[in-house]
């Protein structure tokens, strides 16, 4: 079968021996998985990165979605935490704020998803005012919050939370399936290993505000939440019940983290029209829909920033956007 050659590239250098297998196996997974589910016409999305997502018939729906052509979508990955915690997330939200899992496997790295129609990306939405209500509603529908529990690998029981933002909330388990938001941030110490204990071509000044501002930000012990992780402009799409989240990360953490990767797009093209003007009208309404103080957001933007830029060196994907953005951050 064909596959694009930048999803092919992707997947090799991403997930090394267990990518290539994966492309490999890949027409038999699909064959698998449409067997298991009943469905037809696969149609690969023109967007693949890192994992195979199409576009599918299912002719009996196991959840209610509505009729027709490519009624659901099927996900195949190589199965690891990421895929794990994603799974783990979308059960919990259980369609509240973002799309529907209808079943998977696990083990085997199959999702098959609730398809949002007409699924027009936040993206594509030019008001950016208008975007960024969208998302800060989108943001309070999805957060699961926690506590009085303390955040480590190890199962435990947390009492019924009690109201984030004035809604029934969603009790939580808290796994070993869910990715801390904190060992994200640990990826800080790598980036020093790599260059000797510096900062490479990242700006010292600006990694030692990050290494300072979010060790004490995780010693607040403020409410966390379990987030989306990887919220954006492309990861919010239109659909029949409002605005939907996608492919949400599974990130547990505090929940003004959750502002910084959409303040950092659209990605590639925010840079083009960004001003500070544009910035500081984003950041009054993120408070105003969110409650968050203006210079936590801020600097919740400029530490996801940096963390994207050590992304970008550790998977050689570029960091100079990222790290430009947050220049401009921590310039206000």
């Known amino acids: 079968m064909y596959l694009p050659a930048d999803f092919v590239s992707t997947v090799k ?3 090394g021996e267990d990518g290539e297998k994966f492309l490999a196996d890949l027409p038999l997974l699909i064959n698998e998985a449409s067997t298991r589910w009943g469905l037809r016409n696969v149609q690969p999305v023109s967007n693949l990165s890192y994992n195979f997502v199409a576009y599918a018939t299912s002719p009996s729906p196991l959840a209610p979605l ?6 659901v979508v099927l996900k195949i990955g190589v199965p690891r935490g990421e895929l794990t915690s994603e799974i783990a997330a979308l059960r919990l939200f259980n369609g509240e704020g973002a799309c529907r899992l209808i079943d998977c496997d696990e083990p085997k790295g199959f999702l098959l998803l609730e398809r949002l129609k007409p699924g027009r990306m936040l993206a594509e939405v030019e008001d950016d005012e208008e975007a960024t209500r969208i998302a800060a509603e989108v943001m309070r529908r999805i957060w699961a919050p926690l506590e009085n529990v303390t955040l ?3 199962e435990g029981s947390l009492p019924k939370p009690q109201g984030l933002f004035g809604r029934e909330e969603r009790s939580l388990r808290v796994t070993n399936k869910f990715i801390l938001l904190s060992k994200w941030f640990d990826g800080l110490k790598r980036l020093r290993k790599m260059f000797d204990g510096k900062t490479g071509p990242l700006d010292a ?4 505000r990050v290494e300072r501002s979010t060790k004490d930000f995780f010693a607040e012990n403020h409410q966390p939440v379990l ?3 990887d919220f954006h402009h492309y990861n919010v799409l239109s659909s029949e019940r409002g ?3 996608i492919d949400p990360k599974g990130v547990i953490g505090p929940a003004c983290y959750e502002v910084g990767p959409l303040m ?5 093209t925010l840079m083009d029209r960004v001003s500070p003007k544009l910035v500081k009208k984003r950041v ?3 408070h105003e829909f969110l409650g968050f103080e203006r210079e936590r957001i801020l600097e919740w933007s400029l530490a996801h920033a940096v963390l994207s830029a050590w992304w970008g060196i550790e998977d050689n994907t570029g960091w100079e956007y990222s790290l430009a953005f947050a220049k401009m951050i921590a310039s206000l």
Not at 205 to 208: A, W, Y
Request: aromatic share 10%.
């Open 227 to 229: 987030m989306h992780g």
């Open 13 to 15: 250098n991403t997930f």
């Open 205 to 208: 000044k600006l990694v030692e």
């Open 284 to 286: 009054d309404i993120l």
């Open 152 to 154: 480590s690998d190890s």
């Open 66 to 71: 509505p009729k027709g052509e490519g009624n």
């Open 264 to 268: 950092l797009n659209p990605w590639g």
């Open 243 to 245: 605005w939907l989240a």
